[in-house]
T-cell receptor, first 109, second 114 residues
Framework: AQRVTQPEKLLSVFKGAPVELKCNYS??????LFWYVQYSRQRLQLLLR??SRESIKGFTADLNKGETSFHLKKPFAQEEDSAMYYC???????????FGKGITLSVRP | ETGVTQSPTHLIKTRGQQVTLRCSSQ?????VSWYQQALGQGPQFIFQ???????GRGNFPPRFSGLQFPNYSSELNVNALELDDSALYLC?????????????FGPGTRLTVL
């Protein structure tokens, strides 16, 4: 069975501090991993996906198959990064997304 | 390009009633997925429709059913509503076969069951 675990519910940091949002997954095959973000009063939107290996808004995430993790990192947090972040996986094309419970990131000035 | 839209924005029902939620997919998309998001939880997959056929279903009872129309819009129907059905219902559209497997979400319908 597919499962995504986000062990923390809330992370509060000061502006300029590093951020790491943890995500662990369980899946027997080769999943695709994503981070979705929901800013206040906005819809859920894709932040980044592991297959793209890109940096979006300064965020990066590396898939570690040995540790089955896909942690989201940013070296210097900004106030506009405050949002709800969800880690998700899918087993393949046109497939359902399995989400974690999400974590609230609060960046204080 | 028109994004995913959902209606209504919110509604209130009582136990035992039936409800229909609607979703218009993003222009050019042929696949619609529905998710239930309870308070404090991540979205949970209900089912997906592709070319008007159900194409995968999560762990939801048969009283949750759906439709997809030729224009790729979709409906989610829930019969015999229960208190635990109170949640935000999200619709997401995607294009089967497109690279990246990205799903685009609508704003959601907030359902309250009293």
């Amino acid at each position: 069975a597919q499962r995504v675990t986000q062990p923390e519910k809330l992370l509060s940091v000061f502006k300029g501090a590093p951020v790491e949002l943890k995500c662990n997954y369980s899946y027997s095959g080769s999943p695709e991993l994503f981070w979705y973000v929901q800013y206040s009063r906005q819809r859920l939107q894709l932040l980044l996906r592991h297959i793209s290996r890109e940096s979006i808004k300064g965020f990066t995430a590396d898939l570690n198959k040995g540790e089955t993790s896909f942690h989201l990192k940013k070296p210097f947090a900004q106030e506009e990064d405050s949002a709800m972040y969800y880690c998700a996986l899918t087993s393949g094309a046109n497939s359902k997304l399995t989400f974690g419970k999400g974590i609230t990131l609060s960046v204080r000035p | 390009e028109t994004g995913v839209t959902q209606s209504p924005t919110h509604l209130i029902k009582t136990r035992g009633q039936q409800v229909t939620l609607r979703c218009s997919s993003q222009s050019g998309h042929n696949t619609v997925s529905w998710y239930q998001q309870a308070l404090g939880q991540g979205p949970q997959f209900i089912f997906q429709y592709y070319r008007e056929e159900e194409n995968g279903r999560g762990n939801f009872p048969p009283r949750f059913s759906g439709l997809q129309f030729p224009n790729y819009s979709s409906e989610l129907n829930v019969n015999a509503l229960e208190l635990d059905d109170s949640a935000l219902y999200l619709c997401a559209s995607s294009l089967a076969g497109a690279s990246g497997n990205e799903q685009f979400f609508g704003p959601g319908t907030r359902l309250t069951v009293l």
